[in-house]
């Protein structure tokens, strides 16, 4: 059995901590909770003192505990010390070493590992100021999970700051109680800080396999021309690269591009829309299909045998276009190997969002990457990209973020859903 201290921060997802001290209960852990002043506005120490089956800890000057320095033997007791909610002002008082109430002197007093999970409004999180807070704490060896992207509290509002799953919290606070841990930083990056660690950490997608496309497809018009598509390729390799980062094995089809193989990578090369969907099928069973790709939607019916020839006075040739497999569809309508999540990627340059509904719904397709690539967007090509997410259970919009940035988001969530999955059979 393990020791968590639970410092639950005055945030609107202090109310998810109900269900984390479950969680960790059930798996045998010891919680303890120190509730802020804050906190008791969002929850109540009684409902939390109830799920823990522990007295709630919320005031440093409590006569009873504090014959035994309560706060000091909280602090030297502990295994690990969880902040969840970490509060934007939380963050501020242990970056600066406060210690004026129970919360921040039992953080000062510790010698666990303190893991933060963060959960703000995002204009709070991309705050210089907060960002200065994080990286301090991270100098001083404070480990972060999250915050996810994703819908905030307040209506309309969505970004970077909701606080990391119930489920990742879990299986993060696992790693770090095993002493198995890799460091995580914000935005859903994994960085890994030694090839030694690399080799032992339990990392969230180890024996998965994610199938990744990637990249534009080539329809041959003669032996020398083609119709293609202005996709780089940047944000499928991305996903790959992350998905690997992850500790997936990733099966990357990469149509035509001027970029090199993701490291960790298996890679097959393809030029046609019929090329990338046997080469699709051949990767199968995956977990996890992510289609990235910008596969041709018409292929020329009779390519020329030999180059096409420009004659004086004569017409133009005549191209006659036919259907391409839709290979989203085929695999996310197969009974037998479906992939358990499949994700499609929709590349619109008007009404994005609902023409990403439709197709979500018609191909079959768990959720959708939806991104504006209008030559105004500078997307294909470009380094940023700016997605919807479209689940069953509706839209939210992500920040302007680097495509490896959405890479990494997204494979946290998928990492989270197989999670919660797992745990749901
Ligand atoms: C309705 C409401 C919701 C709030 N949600 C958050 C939040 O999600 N994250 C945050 O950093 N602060 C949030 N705050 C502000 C904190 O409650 C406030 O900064 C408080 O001083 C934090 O105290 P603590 O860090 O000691 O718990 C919210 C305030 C209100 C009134």
Redesign the pocket.
């Given at each position: 059995m393990k020791r968590v201290l639970l410092i639950i921060?005055?945030?609107?997802?202090a109310y998810k901590c109900l269900d984390l001290i479950r969680r960790l209960r059930e798996r045998g852990h010891h919680v303890r909770c120190v509730m802020?002043?804050?906190?008791q506005?969002?929850v109540t120490p009684l409902s939390v003192g109830a799920i823990s089956n522990e007295p709630v800890a919320t005031d440093l000057f409590d006569l009873d505990a504090e014959r035994e320095i309560g706060h000091i033997r909280m602090a030297r007791e502990a295994d690990l010390v969880v902040v969840a909610?970490a509060?934007?002002?939380?963050l501020a008082?242990m970056a600066q070493g406060h210690a004026n109430?129970l919360?921040t002197a039992v953080l000062l007093a510790t010698r666990a590992t303190v893991l933060a999970a963060p959960?703000?409004?995002p204009a709070?999180w991309s705050h210089a100021a907060t960002r200065r807070n994080v990286r301090q704490l991270e100098t001083d060896g404070v480990k972060f999970i999250g915050p996810n992207t994703g819908e905030m509290?307040e209506a309309g509002e969505a970004g970077v700051g909701r606080m990391a799953e119930v489920a990742e919290l879990v299986e993060r606070i696992e790693t770090l109680l095993a002493g198995d841990d890799e460091t995580g930083r914000g935005l859903g990056f994994i960085t890994v800080s030694s090839k030694r660690e690399r080799a032992v950490a339990p990392l969230p997608l180890a024996g998965r396999h994610v199938l990744v496309t990637s990249g534009p497809t080539h329809e041959p018009i003669d032996p020398v021309r083609y119709i293609a598509n202005r996709s780089s390729g940047k944000q499928g390799h991305a996903i790959a690269a992350a998905a690997r980062r992850l500790g997936a094995r990733v099966t990357l089809i990469s149509g035509p591009v001027q970029i090199p193989d993701p490291e960790g990578v298996e890679v097959r090369h393809v030029e046609t829309a019929r090329e990338m969907l046997e080469a699709v099928e051949a990767a199968l069973p995956a977990d996890v299909a992510i289609f990235a790709a910008a596969v041709a939607d018409w292929r020329v019916a009779t390519p020329g045998r030999g180059k096409l020839k420009k004659a004086a006075g004569a017409a133009p040739p005549q191209l006659e276009l036919v259907e391409n497999p839709d290979i989203l569809r085929t695999v996310a309508k197969r009974g037998a190997r479906r992939p358990e999540l499949v994700i499609g990627f929709a590349a619109e340059t008007q009404t994005v969002v609902e023409n990403a509904q439709g197709k979500r719904k018609s191909k079959g397709v768990d959720w959708i990457v939806a991104n504006d690539v209008s030559e105004e967007s500078g997307v294909f090509g470009g380094e940023r990209n700016r997605v919807h997410l479209v689940t069953a259970s509706g839209v939210e919009d992500w920040p302007d973020m680097s495509k490896d940035e959405v890479a990494d988001v997204l494979l946290r969530r998928v990492s989270a859903y197989l999670a919660e999955s797992r745990e749901s059979v």
């Amino acid at each position: 059995m393990k020791r968590v201290l639970l410092i639950i921060g005055g945030g609107i997802a202090a109310y998810k901590c109900l269900d984390l001290i479950r969680r960790l209960r059930e798996r045998g852990h010891h919680v303890r909770c120190v509730m802020t002043k804050a906190t008791q506005e969002f929850v109540t120490p009684l409902s939390v003192g109830a799920i823990s089956n522990e007295p709630v800890a919320t005031d440093l000057f409590d006569l009873d505990a504090e014959r035994e320095i309560g706060h000091i033997r909280m602090a030297r007791e502990a295994d690990l010390v969880v902040v969840a909610p970490a509060t934007a002002d939380l963050l501020a008082r242990m970056a600066q070493g406060h210690a004026n109430d129970l919360a921040t002197a039992v953080l000062l007093a510790t010698r666990a590992t303190v893991l933060a999970a963060p959960a703000m409004n995002p204009a709070m999180w991309s705050h210089a100021a907060t960002r200065r807070n994080v990286r301090q704490l991270e100098t001083d060896g404070v480990k972060f999970i999250g915050p996810n992207t994703g819908e905030m509290a307040e209506a309309g509002e969505a970004g970077v700051g909701r606080m990391a799953e119930v489920a990742e919290l879990v299986e993060r606070i696992e790693t770090l109680l095993a002493g198995d841990d890799e460091t995580g930083r914000g935005l859903g990056f994994i960085t890994v800080s030694s090839k030694r660690e690399r080799a032992v950490a339990p990392l969230p997608l180890a024996g998965r396999h994610v199938l990744v496309t990637s990249g534009p497809t080539h329809e041959p018009i003669d032996p020398v021309r083609y119709i293609a598509n202005r996709s780089s390729g940047k944000q499928g390799h991305a996903i790959a690269a992350a998905a690997r980062r992850l500790g997936a094995r990733v099966t990357l089809i990469s149509g035509p591009v001027q970029i090199p193989d993701p490291e960790g990578v298996e890679v097959r090369h393809v030029e046609t829309a019929r090329e990338m969907l046997e080469a699709v099928e051949a990767a199968l069973p995956a977990d996890v299909a992510i289609f990235a790709a910008a596969v041709a939607d018409w292929r020329v019916a009779t390519p020329g045998r030999g180059k096409l020839k420009k004659a004086a006075g004569a017409a133009p040739p005549q191209l006659e276009l036919v259907e391409n497999p839709d290979i989203l569809r085929t695999v996310a309508k197969r009974g037998a190997r479906r992939p358990e999540l499949v994700i499609g990627f929709a590349a619109e340059t008007q009404t994005v969002v609902e023409n990403a509904q439709g197709k979500r719904k018609s191909k079959g397709v768990d959720w959708i990457v939806a991104n504006d690539v209008s030559e105004e967007s500078g997307v294909f090509g470009g380094e940023r990209n700016r997605v919807h997410l479209v689940t069953a259970s509706g839209v939210e919009d992500w920040p302007d973020m680097s495509k490896d940035e959405v890479a990494d988001v997204l494979l946290r969530r998928v990492s989270a859903y197989l999670a919660e999955s797992r745990e749901s059979v």
